[in-house]
């Protein structure tokens, strides 16, 4: 029986702080019982077989009281107290007239016991259950060893018997009312097993050097037999207590993280592996140790699911996770598996830790490597953006002197090779464009569009309305925008003119690149536009790529101040 009445379901428990009303009316009734035997037995010649089962009713009365304290509604408690407080006014009533006391009742006075033993047989839940058990057992067997030594015994030895009986059934009453969750019976039963096995050895080899001694004419063959039994204990205890050990481990795991589980967890921890693995491991590990079904660790709180019983897991004051574990009984964990579920759960809490760690390690290395890729995108976008449309300049104008026929102006490629040169280094190093250092962006882009114009190629035109406020990302995309959206028009569009529109109102800068040429809109971006919308989007803006109002292309830029 646990603490809770098991027989009635669970009852409100008395409030802390006070004593009620049903623990002091068991009081009063355990006491106006065991009145008349105060009263009787020093005035009586009573023998032992009276005295002595007196002196264990009122045990029992008092184990009622606890459990009735401990568990409202308690009818175990309640069937103690009553039989604590009637029988032995009955046992005085029954022997007072008689010279023989005993021959008057004898083994009946035992009898009311069994009423502890019919309050306890409805019972719900493993606890319940197993505190009906003993409870029923040990009424029976005092009954039984009453009734024995009554048939077969002295006076004396019924009243010792009938006490110790009593004795046994008040204990197990009262460890009902503090215990909440009772071993099974069978581990008392193979503890009781394995002590009587120990003694029975011993006797034995004991007997058998005994009579070996008396028939070789040893001297002392009494005291050869009692040290062959004495050993024959000493040697049986240690191999008792290992037998027992391995029953435990079978029933409920070995309870203990070995140095080669400690080994197999760090082994999940290794740089190529998923650290994750370590979660899994350590749960099939506690799961082991612990004799449960399963064990599931995750670095989060999760709700408490049927069947499963949650942990936390803890790292000084931090909750780094959750170990849920599922036992084999519905019923919940044995007591014995969750003291070992708690007992490892600082050693999984660290483990846990260790995964958490490594897997924010990972994903920084992750971080890095797609840092990387993203580094090699933009100089890659940047050597297309900024290099390529100058150097696309330098070699149309080139080509335009070769057709005509006239002199190339070395001094102005020289002067366009240097700004080169000066834009790779910053290209590499991420700085602004070298047209952007030291002017604003409209004197950026009128140079830009110059550099594109060459007496065969088409007319380019710029307006730039109020942007020599635009600095920093927005200015180096503006410019970016513009030096590959006339390189395409001037190399794809066959257009005999070329307009940029560069406006800045209300705090949005709208860059706009339109031609006469019949061509559409690309089917598929190449690298230039897929570079700028990936610009744009990263500024906070978007690039629209659409069919001019009667020819040609527009390519629109537009951010917004918000994303500057």
Not at 173 to 191: F, G, K, M, N, T
Not at 257 to 268: A, E, M
Not at 362 to 370: K, P, W
Request: proline share 6%; net charge negative; hydrophobic share 55%.
């Amino acid at each position: 029986m646990s603490p809770e009445a098991p027989q009635e379901g669970a009852g409100e428990a008395p409030q802390p702080g006070g004593v009620s009303g049903q623990v002091l009316l068991a009081v009063a009734v355990l006491s106006l019982g065991a009145l008349p035997p105060i009263l009787v037995l020093p005035h009586d010649r009573l023998v032992a077989d009276a005295s002595l089962p007196l002196l264990g009713w009122l045990p029992l009365g008092i184990a009622g009281v606890v459990l009735v304290d401990r568990a409202a509604r308690s009818l175990v408690g309640w069937a103690a107290v009553a039989v604590a407080a009637l029988t032995p006014v009955a046992m005085v009533l029954a022997i007072l007239p008689s010279a023989q006391p005993g021959a008057a009742a004898g083994p009946a006075w035992l009898l009311p016991v069994l009423a502890v033993a019919l309050a306890a047989l409805p019972a719900s839940g493993r606890a319940a259950r197993r505190w009906r058990t003993w409870i029923v057992a040990w009424c029976v067997a005092a009954v039984a060893a009453g009734a024995a030594a009554w048939t077969w015994g002295s006076v004396t030895a019924f009243g010792l018997a009938a006490t110790l009986g009593l004795l046994a059934v008040a204990g197990t009453v009262a460890a009902s009312a503090v215990v909440r969750e009772p071993r099974p019976v069978i581990e008392p039963l193979v503890d009781v097993g394995l002590l009587v096995g120990i003694l029975v050895a011993g006797v034995a080899a004991g007997g058998v050097m005994w009579q070996f001694a008396e028939h070789e004419r040893i001297f002392g063959a009494e005291v050869v037999g009692a040290l062959a039994a004495a050993v024959t204990i000493m040697m049986a205890t240690p191999a008792a207590v290992t037998l027992r050990r391995a029953w435990v481990a079978r029933r409920y795991g070995s309870g203990i993280l070995s140095p080669d589980d400690l080994v197999t967890l760090s082994g999940d921890l290794r740089r190529d592996g998923d650290p994750r693995l370590l979660l899994a491991t350590a749960g099939d590990l506690v799961a082991v140790a612990s004799g449960t079904d399963a064990v599931e660790i995750v670095l989060d709180e999760v709700e408490d699911r049927p069947g499963w019983t949650s942990f936390p897991l803890v790292v000084g004051e931090e909750r780094v996770g959750t170990m849920a574990v599922r036992p084999r009984h519905p019923e919940g964990l044995e007591a014995r598996q969750d003291a070992v579920v708690r007992q490892l759960a600082p050693t999984v809490a660290l483990a846990a830790r260790a995964v958490d760690l490594a897997v924010e390690a990972q994903h920084a290395r992750n971080d890095v490597i797609q840092q990387r890729q993203v580094e090699r995108a933009r100089i890659l976008a940047d050597l297309h953006d900024d290099l390529g449309p100058a150097l696309a300049g330098m070699g149309m104008r080139v080509e335009a002197a070769r057709a005509t026929g006239t002199a190339v102006d070395l001094d102005a490629l020289a002067d366009d090779l240097a700004a080169c040169r000066a834009d790779l280094r910053r290209i590499v190093s991420a700085l602004t464009p070298e047209p952007l250092v030291g002017a604003d962006l409209a004197g950026a882009l009128t140079k830009l569009v110059g550099s594109f114009a060459t007496a065969a190629g088409p007319a380019l035109t710029l307006d730039a309305e109020a942007v020599d406020e635009v600095d920093g990302a927005r200015a180096i995309v503006a410019y970016r925008f513009v030096a590959e959206t006339v390189t395409n028009a001037l190399r794809h569009s066959g257009a005999r003119h070329v307009r940029v529109r560069v406006t800045h109102h209300d705090d949005v800068l709208e860059a706009t690149v339109s031609d006469d040429g019949p061509g559409g809109a690309p089917v598929v971006p190449g690298v230039g536009l897929t570079s700028l919308a990936t610009r744009a989007r990263e500024a906070g803006g978007r690039l629209e790529v659409v069919p001019g109002d009667r020819a040609g292309l527009v390519v629109r830029l537009v951010i917004p101040g918000s994303a500057a």
